[in-house]
């Protein structure tokens, strides 16, 4: 995911240290210095095709305690890059979660902070001692120049050191292969002379040196620390070996610096392709074309069943549930539930498997679960078994339909987690927008500012426009609401440069426009001109990579006025087949009833919305106050209860109130509570009678103080 997420449903759409507040440039390392090759006295216990690398948690320090979180995502990367090494078997490697016997998926539910406390760290090591002919030991520190500093020594089972040695980076993946390097060239960490038949087909990799190629140019995206461009160019510079997967990383780099997809062809498909060609093959023409071709499909359901290897059952199994959920497909709502079943069957199938590109296992379970009553367990499994990637830690584990919002516990930890997604990915535009919204929930307005600033110092296309899009966040914290929404409605043009991702950031940009619009009152002057930048014939193509787009755009339609509605519900379905991957389950159902809703339909958008009602978290995040109002009017007050409540309270990214203040203060005087209808009333009065444009419901609040006052008499 370039960004990515969110997600399949996230598919759309890549923090966090206390000394972060600053908002300081995230300097780039000097790289560390070119290590002499150590001397390899005696043969390494590595050596047998048998042989086990443990990774136990590394010493960390440099972040915010607890800190074992990050001493896993190290040695989890160190173990990833190793097992390619040793041959692509995930036998060949112990990581973190394996010493510390974390069930394997599907459980339940797992430590919420699983590396937290110091025993974890012991735990792990006395594990590594017992498991493995040799561990590797040290520490990691998070430098205040913001580069990561890894000192490891490499032991025997027993104990004794066979090297150690240093590694220094701005990315963590780059500070781990520049510890690993010495430990290669001396033959203590033996080069494999080929990969395990499974991860060389399903990987497209011909040589070991391919497939690390390609696993350090996945590691360097979620480990977006200045230098992807770099790492672009070294892996276009070692050139391929990677069948079809060589030109879908090259859209894939383009995609995410933002700039335009390069010219590529795929090699000729061979006559009998391969399992893991048919599969490679259907995922890059999903990233590259939007195309899903369903005689593939059905191909590779038969390959998955019939596969033997753990590795290729993870690789089809998320293949096919990326490909899976189409808008088209008259049995929608059974296709996104396969695809979520499949999704699950990744994971279990091999829980230590990277491979996928946007649709990578963890990363299409995190997306599709997001939402329903899975996405606890999945996020939670995630951030135990892949420390190491960013994604994990930057989402929330939020219960659908909770009767109460997220305590301050709750709150702080996803403050706290945000951070470390921060930590690993600074400069991926998701963290940082997920970043600023927790930072303003929290109150801290000046350290949200710093990042969005320091953001804009990045080197691509991406951290400019992102920079915009975090100050218009800033800003209506601040009461500068009129302002706000000015300097969105400029961001929000499209210029005839934007590519790839950029293009995904001008739509979040006019969604912020549109949310600041409804508090001034404006809603359908902007959703007008949103869907004439966006949706007009001869507008540029929508980027659909991001499971929020249908979802947004369906709601800018609904704020429309009545012609332009039309004419935009009429567009967006046919759009909707260019990003398969971009769909939540019920989206057909939250666009029937949004379109049903704007045309005045208020019975028939209640009725299309009942299957909503179990799990409605991501569709009141862009409808909500449409869908309470429907219920309500429909004499259905449990119900619009229950979604009220699912609102998030983004109160303190508006300096204080929000509508969501207002209609409870409403609905508090509409059942005899005077006394919290007037302190509601008030906290609204406060916190928008100083914006720099006028708000309307800071005059229906005054009204309703009055008339509540004078009652009271």
Same mark, same amino acid.
């Given at each position: 995911?370039?960004?990515?997420?969110?997600?399949?449903?996230?598919?759309?759409?890549?923090?966090?240290?206390?000394?972060?507040?600053?908002?300081?440039?995230?300097?780039?390392?000097?790289?560390?210095?070119?290590?002499?090759?150590?001397?390899?006295?005696?043969?390494?216990?590595?050596?047998?095709?048998?042989?086990?690398?443990?990774?136990?948690?590394?010493?960390?320090?440099?972040?915010?305690?607890?800190?074992?979180?990050?001493?896993?995502?190290?040695?989890?990367?160190?173990?990833?890059?190793?097992?390619?090494?040793?041959?692509?078997?995930?036998?060949?490697?112990?990581?973190?979660?394996?010493?510390?016997?974390?069930?394997?998926?599907?459980?339940?539910?797992?430590?919420?902070?699983?590396?937290?406390?110091?025993?974890?760290?012991?735990?792990?090591?006395?594990?590594?001692?017992?498991?493995?002919?040799?561990?590797?030991?040290?520490?990691?520190?998070?430098?205040?120049?913001?580069?990561?500093?890894?000192?490891?020594?490499?032991?025997?089972?027993?104990?004794?050191?066979?090297?150690?040695?240093?590694?220094?980076?701005?990315?963590?993946?780059?500070?781990?292969?520049?510890?690993?390097?010495?430990?290669?060239?001396?033959?203590?960490?033996?080069?494999?002379?080929?990969?395990?038949?499974?991860?060389?087909?399903?990987?497209?990799?011909?040589?070991?040196?391919?497939?690390?190629?390609?696993?350090?140019?996945?590691?360097?995206?979620?480990?977006?620390?200045?230098?992807?461009?770099?790492?672009?160019?070294?892996?276009?510079?070692?050139?391929?070996?990677?069948?079809?997967?060589?030109?879908?990383?090259?859209?894939?780099?383009?995609?995410?610096?933002?700039?335009?997809?390069?010219?590529?062809?795929?090699?000729?498909?061979?006559?009998?392709?391969?399992?893991?060609?048919?599969?490679?093959?259907?995922?890059?023409?999903?990233?590259?074309?939007?195309?899903?071709?369903?005689?593939?499909?059905?191909?590779?359901?038969?390959?998955?069943?019939?596969?033997?290897?753990?590795?290729?059952?993870?690789?089809?199994?998320?293949?096919?549930?990326?490909?899976?959920?189409?808008?088209?497909?008259?049995?929608?709502?059974?296709?996104?539930?396969?695809?979520?079943?499949?999704?699950?069957?990744?994971?279990?199938?091999?829980?230590?498997?990277?491979?996928?590109?946007?649709?990578?296992?963890?990363?299409?379970?995190?997306?599709?679960?997001?939402?329903?009553?899975?996405?606890?367990?999945?996020?939670?499994?995630?951030?135990?078994?892949?420390?190491?990637?960013?994604?994990?830690?930057?989402?929330?584990? +939020?219960?659908?339909?909770?009767?109460?919002?997220?305590? %301050? @516990? !709750? #709150?702080?930890? $996803? *403050?706290?987690? =945000? &951070?470390?997604?921060?930590?690993?990915?600074?400069?991926?535009?998701?963290?940082?927008?997920?970043? +600023?919204?927790?930072?303003?929930?929290?109150?801290?307005? %000046? @350290? !949200? #500012?710093?990042? $969005? *600033?320091?953001? =804009? &110092?990045?080197?691509?296309?991406?951290?400019?426009?992102?920079?915009?899009?975090?100050?218009?966040? +800033?800003?209506?914290?601040?009461?500068?609401?009129?302002?706000?929404?000015? #300097?969105?409605?400029?961001?929000?043009?499209?210029?005839?440069?934007?590519?790839?991702?950029?293009?995904?950031?001008?739509?979040?940009?006019?969604?912020?426009?549109?949310?600041?619009?409804?508090?001034?009152?404006?809603?359908?002057?902007?959703?007008?001109?949103?869907?004439?930048?966006?949706?007009?014939?001869?507008?540029?193509?929508?980027?659909?990579?991001?499971?929020?787009?249908?979802?947004?755009?369906?709601?800018?339609?609904?704020?429309?006025?009545?012609?332009?509605?039309?004419?935009?519900?009429?567009?967006?379905?046919?759009?909707?087949?260019?990003?398969?991957?971009?769909?939540?389950?019920?989206?057909?159902?939250?666009?029937?009833?949004?379109?049903?809703?704007?045309?005045?339909?208020?019975?028939?958008?209640?009725?299309?919305?009942?299957?909503?009602?179990?799990?409605?978290?991501?569709?009141?995040?862009?409808?909500?106050?449409?869908?309470?109002?429907?219920?309500?009017?429909?004499?259905?007050?449990?119900?619009?209860?229950?979604?009220?409540?699912?609102?998030?309270?983004?109160?303190?990214?508006?300096?204080?109130?929000?509508?969501?203040?207002?209609?409870?203060?409403?609905?508090?005087?509409?059942?005899?509570?005077?006394?919290?209808?007037?302190?509601?009333?008030?906290?609204?009065?406060?916190?928008?009678?100083?914006?720099?444009?006028?708000?309307?419901?800071?005059?229906?609040?005054?009204?309703?103080?009055?008339?509540?006052?004078?009652?009271?008499?």
């Amino acid at each position: 995911m370039a960004s990515g997420v969110t997600l399949a449903a996230l598919a759309v759409g890549a923090v966090w240290l206390a000394a972060m507040s600053s908002g300081t440039l995230w300097h780039l390392a000097p790289p560390s210095p070119v290590p002499s090759p150590l001397p390899a006295a005696v043969p390494s216990p590595l050596a047998p095709d048998s042989a086990v690398l443990a990774c136990p948690i590394l010493e960390a320090s440099g972040v915010e305690e607890p800190a074992g979180w990050l001493g896993a995502a190290a040695a989890a990367t160190l173990c990833e890059r190793a097992r390619v090494l040793l041959g692509g078997s995930t036998a060949r490697t112990l990581v973190p979660a394996e010493l510390l016997s974390i069930p394997r998926p599907h459980a339940d539910a797992y430590p919420v902070d699983p590396y937290a406390g110091p025993e974890a760290r012991v735990r792990s090591l006395e594990a590594a001692r017992r498991r493995a002919a040799a561990y590797v030991d040290g520490t990691v520190v998070l430098e205040p120049s913001r580069s990561f500093r890894l000192t490891l020594a490499l032991r025997a089972a027993d104990g004794s050191e066979l090297a150690s040695s240093v590694g220094r980076a701005s990315a963590l993946y780059e500070a781990v292969r520049n510890a690993m390097d010495p430990w290669v060239a001396a033959g203590l960490l033996p080069k494999a002379p080929r990969l395990d038949e499974a991860v060389a087909d399903f990987s497209r990799a011909r040589t070991v040196d391919a497939a690390l190629d390609a696993l350090d140019l996945t590691l360097a995206m979620t480990h977006n620390a200045g230098g992807l461009r770099q790492e672009c160019a070294r892996f276009e510079a070692r050139g391929g070996g990677l069948a079809e997967m060589g030109p879908g990383e090259r859209f894939r780099c383009a995609y995410t610096l933002g700039e335009p997809a390069p010219e590529v062809a795929l090699p000729p498909a061979s006559a009998a392709p391969s399992p893991g060609e048919l599969a490679g093959r259907a995922r890059v023409d999903l990233m590259m074309r939007r195309a899903v071709d369903p005689s593939v499909m059905a191909e590779l359901q038969g390959l998955y069943d019939r596969e033997p290897s753990a590795w290729g059952r993870s690789i089809l199994a998320t293949t096919i549930s990326c490909l899976l959920p189409s808008p088209e497909d008259e049995r929608g709502t059974e296709m996104k539930t396969r695809a979520m079943e499949m999704a699950f069957s990744a994971v279990q199938a091999e829980p230590k498997n990277p491979i996928g590109e946007w649709c990578a296992p963890w990363v299409q379970l995190v997306a599709v679960t997001h939402g329903t009553r899975s996405a606890v367990s999945a996020l939670q499994g995630m951030r135990a078994w892949m420390p190491w990637e960013a994604y994990g830690w930057l989402f929330e584990d +939020v219960e659908p339909g909770k009767a109460e919002p997220p305590g %301050q @516990e !709750a #709150r702080k930890r $996803a *403050l706290t987690f =945000a &951070r470390r997604a921060y930590v690993l990915s600074p400069l991926d535009m998701n963290v940082t927008d997920t970043l +600023v919204d927790r930072l303003l929930q929290d109150g801290a307005r %000046q @350290e !949200a #500012r710093g990042v $969005a *600033l320091a953001v =804009a &110092r990045g080197s691509h296309a991406p951290h400019k426009v992102g920079s915009e899009l975090l100050l218009v966040r +800033v800003d209506a914290s601040e009461a500068r609401i009129g302002a706000a929404l000015e #300097r969105a409605r400029r961001a929000m043009v499209i210029s005839p440069d934007d590519s790839g991702f950029v293009r995904v950031q001008r739509l979040q940009i006019a969604w912020r426009a549109l949310e600041l619009a409804l508090v001034l009152g404006r809603e359908r002057e902007v959703a007008d001109l949103i869907i004439a930048r966006f949706l007009d014939a001869g507008s540029p193509p929508l980027e659909g990579t991001h499971f929020s787009v249908p979802l947004h755009i369906a709601a800018v339609c609904a704020r429309a006025s009545r012609e332009v509605s039309r004419g935009c519900f009429g567009r967006l379905r046919p759009l909707r087949a260019r990003f398969p991957e971009g769909e939540l389950p019920n989206t057909e159902d939250f666009i029937t009833g949004a379109e049903r809703y704007a045309r005045g339909d208020t019975m028939g958008a209640a009725l299309a919305w009942r299957p909503l009602l179990q799990e409605p978290g991501p569709f009141v995040e862009v409808l909500g106050d449409a869908m309470v109002a429907t219920y309500e009017r429909t004499g259905a007050p449990e119900e619009a209860r229950l979604l009220e409540e699912a609102i998030p309270d983004d109160s303190q990214a508006l300096n204080g109130a929000s509508l969501k203040t207002v209609r409870e203060a409403e609905r508090a005087a509409r059942r005899g509570d005077r006394e919290r209808a007037v302190e509601l009333a008030q906290r609204v009065i406060r916190a928008w009678s100083v914006a720099d444009a006028p708000i309307p419901a800071v005059e229906s609040m005054r009204r309703l103080v009055a008339k509540l006052e004078y009652r009271s008499r």
